[in-house]
DNA sequence: CATGAATGAGGGTTCATTCAT
DNA sequence: GATGAATGAACCCTCATTCAT
């Protein structure tokens, strides 16, 4: 039932998981605590799957991105994505945020997730990037930096998208156009 | 009593939030339930000590940083003091982090937190940096990617410092060396 | 659920204010915790529900005294319920009384209440008593004489009710047939 | 230790029952827990010792009245005496007297309490009264009367004492010159 | 004698989950 | 399927009382 990951997903971003009992999100939801619980086994089972909606969207959005010429354009456009993700509902992606990382991520999630990492990996290896000796470890860097600057926003309440996704472009070019193992 | 700030430590690193509760704290504490309520006054109280005083040790490290002479020195040791910081226990610092977000910080913390987002500030405005047009934005932008990036080896169970370091430093060296404002 | 209230009033008659726990109250009754907590809100509530229910059966005979014709019969009647009501269950009665004070009182207690003070103004007013300076002043202490007098019956386990009500209203009339202030 | 029976009292006009701990009756008066045990074994026993001395007071007025000549310089006497224990800290008096009939009453207090009733009797059988016919019953109602307004007058907040004396004055004799066992 | 840190049974309350209807 | 009353383990916290110092 959409109604119930949607209920969820209002109650986890208003009120905290302070408030996030399954019979609050049973009665936003209108539907009986019961019918609930013959939809998702458990209360994990219903967060896993308002972590799956959720990452789903952004992951469609890499993947516009990934089809773009340029790795320019799609990392432009991979960036835009995630802050549009992000700023749509702000507390609700850094609440899920962390709770992905408690949960004993089902396969499904497994997937979406390491696919956006996969979509960024091929992005950053187009040929008008610097090359990087790492490309792996460059790839995680840089996912790094999106999110924690795009989480950031977020706590933060900052609000129009253009001045973050511009900064986080700068982020991420001036990484890539660094040299690795510049001295210390 | 410091045993039982210890034993939240542990209990939160160990079990996560799930686990923590104050008779589990009191327990490995090895004190009762009625002595932790003598030290603190309820359960935030006790989060709350415990916040202060892992964040005081990073602090610590910051200011420590700050008296070094260059711009470079300094960002390099302020780097290392928040790799170090978060290797010593990652899903303890990652954990605080988010209840630091949650919490009505009581002041101490407060000042804690915002005093190394200053010395930050005042590196990054050291003369052996490129100027930044908005000094402000990008001290915030420069924390956000130490965070994301030092979180994110944290939750992989990255182990050596070094690397790490250094990936940090050449994140916030490009990020700083790279002109805001370059179009797409 | 009556079972609740009904157990509420035996523990506390049993029991007193030591024994009146809410896991006490849901054994009692035969429910558990959880299940109590369905009804009533809180502790306090379960016992504003208790308080409302005795305190509607004295009401309740005391508007039916209200009916009859001469103010004698009518306060007849009145002192007859009241009796009736605190010997039926003397303890319960005078711990009740004790908590009414104690309460934020919601509203429907307190019409409760103050329609039974109401309801002996008005019988005190009937011509066939005699005339009153202060009606409201002898309202209160007619009011107060009665429970003084009921309540110190029912501490001592006075059982018949005749005797009982033959002297409450020996006490009332005497106060109203007293012409008020005579000196000393 | 009088400091602390005094706290006793204060914490228990202040602050009700849900206020009255013993560490916070220690804390106020000034003294550890420790010493507070080392006076009174237990929290009964300070409770009884705080309503033996309240009750002590208001026994010594009585003796007094009884010293004088005519019935109803007695009792006037008398009646004034209760009043003024009452006004004095109506709260108190009113959660003591509830105590009492919690408490197993030790000797003590047994005797101080009836000792108020034996000289309300002794008065009552003055000869300038009308003779009862059972002047058991009708020192007890007597008393009943003057405990219910004198405890609804605290209740209330009433202030002066002269009014609420004549008024009582009036109940007693009212209820005294009233003859027994006037038709139903 | 005084102290006060320590104790821990027990109290009020919540909430994930079940199951008879 | 849907319902929602019922469950009870578990949580946070209090406070009367003890005892080593």
Redesign the pocket.
Known sequence: ?DAIIEAAARILEEQGH???????VAELAG?????????F????ALLGALIARETAGLVEGAEAACMLATGQQALDALVRAAVRHQVRRPRLARLLDFEEARLPLDAGTQVVRSRFVAILAEILARPDFPEQSDIAAATGDVASIMRGMIDAAGERGEQGQDALVARVRRAVLGYLSMPAGSCP
Chains 1, 2, 3, 4 share one sequence.
């Open positions: 039932m302070g408030g996030f009992t399954t019979n609050a539907v009986s605590i019961g019918t609930l619980y013959q939809y086994p458990d209360k994990d």
